[in-house]
């Protein structure tokens, strides 16, 4: 039952995650204003988001590994204090680069949180009760991120920029204060801190993510693009050689090996590589193409976010029942509908059609994101042993975190490759073929997950034991 710890557990844990998720596109409203008070260039605005995404998707696993060998609690108050003081910092900016140092340190506190938040709520419920708290986690995941440009928003029409930093610090000082006394310390397998290997998969995930940031603005066939990703490749190529050698690796790859663990880390990926490539342009649809203040915008896409954020615990409770795999694919096919309707939409009638025809299919693309976030967290903890539960969330995290910056910059390019953008119209003219890529790719999620994770188990299914229902695939 949720006894009262767990319920202090999931307060202290969900507070910090939702001021984390905030964080990742609660800025990108005020980037107008921020340009004006710094003077700062193009370069430095992408900057200021760039800095927490980078680093908050290069130490998701280190962090992680951290966790489980020095402690979860240590290592998740931690994250909370340096992005507490990431934030303190950002408001206290005077100029760009103080600015991107602050978001960066920001980042780094959100690669602590989010991770061992999973862990942490993870540990805390026996296999009966995890997915539904589970659900709970994942419903304050898409909160932070829905309301992220409604919040930055509101502030902005309101009061200065600065208030969106300072909005948490309380958050984050209580959290810190209540975890002390309300967390329980748990800790995973003890591996040795492999120095070599973080810094190996640090600086590869670096090298890709940074090449992909760049890719729209440098040009795809840049020395400094090609030559950023093909490192990162590189590096991550010579990372998997080395673990594969080691008596305790710091990821073991051997993971992979479940049908299961594989198909939902691959699903994660092309899930958010398309939705939140297609948010990213949806969101520039509402301004650009149909012409609605940056508060206006935020106000409609809660109809997606907020049916997200509603849906995610419910499917908590409905996995032990209907099963991991089920309801992530019935999820990935809703988001998937979704985007070919906005795509019907903007070939028949352009960018001039009311709010109403919209808002349809951004429920119907809620409810699928709403309906695959806790079968993807659930999916992945379940195929592990508990004493990877660690690794297994760092490594869902980081990969899904790759996933939807790849997604932005596939996007991105398909929808600038129809040449210069004159008015309105062509906004609609680019989207389309950008929409219908994104649902290629949340395709190809749900065929990981039909395909991939059905034949693996079938080959099991005469000596696996059956599982428990909150263990269901």
């Given at each position: 039952?949720?006894?009262?710890?767990?319920?202090?557990?999931?307060?202290?844990?969900?507070?910090?995650?939702?001021?984390?998720?905030?964080?990742?596109?609660?800025?990108?409203?005020?980037?107008?204003?921020?340009?004006?008070?710094?003077?700062?260039?193009?370069?430095?605005?992408?900057?200021?988001?760039?800095?927490?995404?980078?680093?908050?998707?290069?130490?998701?696993?280190?962090?992680?590994m951290f966790g489980e060998r020095f402690g979860r609690k240590k290592m998740f108050l931690v994250g909370v204090v340096l992005f507490t003081l990431g934030s303190a910092l950002s408001g206290l900016s005077e100029n760009a680069i103080s600015l991107i140092l602050s978001r960066a340190l920001q980042g780094i506190g959100g690669a602590a949180i989010v991770p061992l938040s999973l862990t942490?709520?993870?540990?805390?419920?026996?296999?009966?009760?995890?997915?539904?708290?589970?659900?709970?986690?994942?419903?304050?995941?898409?909160?932070?991120?829905?309301?992220?440009?409604?919040?930055?928003?509101?502030?902005?029409?309101?009061?200065?920029?600065?208030?969106?930093?300072?909005?948490?610090?309380?958050?984050?000082a209580l959290a810190f204060a209540l975890g002390m006394f309300w967390l329980r310390e748990s800790k995973g397998e003890r591996k040795p801190v492999d120095v070599p290997g973080i810094l190996l998969l640090g600086v590869g995930l670096f090298?890709?993510?940074?090449?992909?940031?760049?890719?729209?603005?440098?040009?795809?066939?840049?020395?400094?693009?090609?030559?950023?990703?093909?490192?990162?490749?590189?590096?991550?190529?010579?990372?998997?050689?080395?673990?594969?050698?080691?008596?305790?690796?710091?990821?073991?790859?051997?993971?992979?090996?479940?049908?299961?663990?594989?198909?939902?880390?691959?699903?994660?990926?092309?899930?958010?590589?398309?939705?939140?490539?297609?948010?990213?342009?949806?969101?520039?649809?509402?301004?650009?193409?149909?012409?609605?203040?940056?508060?206006?915008?935020?106000?409609?896409?809660?109809?997606?976010?907020?049916?997200?954020?509603?849906?995610?615990?419910?499917?908590?409770?409905?996995?032990?029942?209907?099963?991991?795999?089920?309801?992530?694919?019935?999820?990935?096919?809703?988001?998937?509908?979704?985007?070919?309707?906005?795509?019907?939409?903007?070939?028949?009638?352009?960018?001039?059609?009311?709010?109403?025809?919209?808002?349809?299919?951004?429920?119907?693309?809620?409810?699928?994101?709403?309906?695959?976030?806790?079968?993807?967290?659930?999916?992945?903890?379940?195929?592990?042993?508990?004493?990877?539960?660690?690794?297994?969330?760092?490594?869902?995290?980081?990969?899904?975190?790759?996933?939807?910056?790849?997604?932005?910059?596939?996007?991105?390019?398909?929808?600038?490759?129809?040449?210069?953008?004159?008015?309105?119209?062509?906004?609609?003219?680019?989207?389309?073929?950008?929409?219908?890529?994104?649902?290629?790719?949340?395709?190809?999620?749900?065929?990981?997950?039909?395909?991939?994770?059905?034949?693996?188990?079938?080959?099991?299914?005469?000596?696996?034991?059956?599982?428990?229902?909150?263990?269901?695939?």
């Open positions: 039952m949720f006894t009262g710890a767990r319920i202090r557990l999931l307060a202290v844990t969900c507070a910090a995650l939702f001021m984390a998720m905030l964080d990742n596109l609660v800025l990108g409203v005020a980037l107008p204003s921020i340009q004006q008070s710094f003077e700062a260039s193009l370069s430095d605005l992408q900057w200021f988001m760039n800095a927490y995404t980078l680093a908050f998707a290069v130490l998701l696993i280190p962090f992680s942490l709520v993870n540990a805390a419920f026996p296999a009966n009760m995890r997915a539904a708290a589970l659900g709970i986690w994942s419903g304050i995941s898409g909160l932070g991120l829905s309301v992220g440009p409604l919040v930055g928003g509101l502030i902005v029409e309101g009061a200065p920029w600065q208030l969106i930093f300072w909005i948490n610090v309380p958050v984050g090298g890709i993510i940074f090449g992909l940031e760049k890719g729209n603005e440098e040009g795809w066939g840049s020395a400094l693009v090609v030559g950023s990703i093909a490192g990162g490749l590189l590096l991550l190529v010579l990372f998997y050689f080395l673990q594969r050698n080691k008596q305790h690796p710091f990821v073991r790859f051997s993971l992979f090996r479940s049908g299961k663990y594989a198909a939902y880390i691959f699903a994660g990926f092309w899930m958010n590589a398309g939705i939140f490539g297609a948010i990213f342009l949806l969101t520039l649809f509402l301004q650009q193409g149909q012409q609605y203040s940056a508060l206006e915008a935020g106000v409609r896409t809660m109809a997606w976010t907020g049916c997200t954020m509603l849906t995610a615990p419910l499917a908590g409770f409905a996995v032990g029942r209907f099963g991991n795999r089920t309801l992530l694919a019935s999820g990935l096919i809703l988001q998937g509908l979704a985007l070919g309707g906005f795509s019907a939409l903007i070939l028949n009638f352009g960018v001039d059609f009311p709010f109403g025809y919209q808002a349809p299919f951004m429920m119907l693309g809620g409810i699928g994101m709403g309906l695959s976030f806790t079968p993807l967290a659930h999916g992945v903890l379940s195929s592990v042993p508990e004493t990877s539960s660690g690794e297994a969330s760092g490594v869902s995290n980081a990969t899904r975190e790759l996933g939807g910056v790849f997604g932005i910059a596939i996007g991105g390019l398909i929808f600038q490759s129809g040449g210069a953008i004159r008015s309105a119209s062509d906004f609609g003219d680019h989207i389309v073929p950008a929409l219908l890529s994104s649902a290629g790719m949340i395709a190809l999620g749900l065929i990981s997950v039909l395909l991939f994770a059905r034949s693996r188990a079938a080959k099991a299914a005469n000596t696996a034991p059956v599982q428990p229902a909150g263990e269901a695939s």
